[in-house]
Antibody, heavy 119, light 107 residues
Framework: EVQLVESGGGLVQPGGSLRLSCAAS????????MHWVRQAPGKGLEYVSA????????YYADSVKGRFTISRDNSKNTLYLQMGSLRAEDMAVYYC????????????WGQGTLVTVSS | DIQMTQSPSSLSASVGDRVTITCRAS??????IAWYQQKPGKGPKLLIY???TLQLGVPSRFSGSGSGTDFTLAISSLQPEDVAVYYC?????????FGQGTKVEIK
């Protein structure tokens, strides 16, 4: 069974940093590109970042470019999102997602981890 | 960026009714659209990809259609377990973008 389990969310002050993790199981993690998608409270879904299956290609939404870094450790079946210079508008539930078939849509999602940015 | 405009934002229908949700792209996206269902407190679930291909395990009362700029998600006979928010997403070109969502309730 495919499982994606996010962790690392919490309360952080504006300007602060946080690292999210996503532990993957039930599939060959190193064969899939992975993404982060977020959802602000009561709002819709927003693409954040993507990484190729080997980690050599990374992509970012304009809203997080230069502040967030996506990475992966295929030996640990884990995806990461290092978030810096956090702003109030970054407050959201962050979902780890698996890209399906080399197309940028998602056949599996985690349960999400909440990031709260507040002083 | 290509924008996705979803309508209606919410709807209320009776059990057994046929329900349709539309999504319009600001420019042509061929058939590169997916539909998701999100229940409260959960991550979204993939229903349909490539505009009309049903994901494995999704009930056959769900269907998708359209090509180019106009797309539709239909539920042929609404069930109580279909109460959720539904999102379209285009994956033609970067970045992938989502519609605003449609909240479906039972009347």
């Amino acid at each position: 069974e495919v499982q994606l389990v996010e962790s690392g969310g919490g309360l952080v002050q504006p300007g602060g940093s946080l690292r999210l993790s996503c532990a993957a199981s039930g599939f060959s993690f190193s064969s899939y590109s992975m993404h982060w998608v977020r959802q602000a409270p009561g709002k819709g879904l927003e693409y954040v970042s993507a990484i190729g299956h080997t980690g050599d290609r990374t992509y970012y939404a304009d809203s997080v470019k230069g502040r967030f870094t996506i990475s992966r450790d295929n030996s640990k079946n884990t995806l990461y999102l290092q978030m810096g210079s956090l702003r109030a508008e970054d407050m959201a539930v962050y979902y780890c997602t698996r890209e399906m078939g080399n197309w940028q849509y998602y056949d599996f999602w985690g349960q999400g981890t909440l990031v709260t940015v507040s002083s | 960026d290509i924008q996705m405009t979803q309508s209606p934002s919410s709807l209320s229908a009776s059990v057994g009714d046929r329900v349709t949700i539309t999504c319009r792209a600001s420019q042509g996206i061929n058939n590169y659209i997916a539909w998701y269902q999100q229940k409260p407190g959960k991550g979204p679930k993939l229903l349909i990809y490539a505009a009309s291909t049903l994901q494995l395990g999704v009930p056959s009362r769900f269907s998708g259609s359209g090509s180019g700029t106009d797309f539709t998600l239909a539920i042929s006979s609404l069930q109580p377990e279909d109460v959720a928010v539904y999102y379209c997403q285009k994956y033609y070109g970067a970045p992938p973008t989502f519609g605003q969502g449609t909240k479906v309730e039972i009347k």
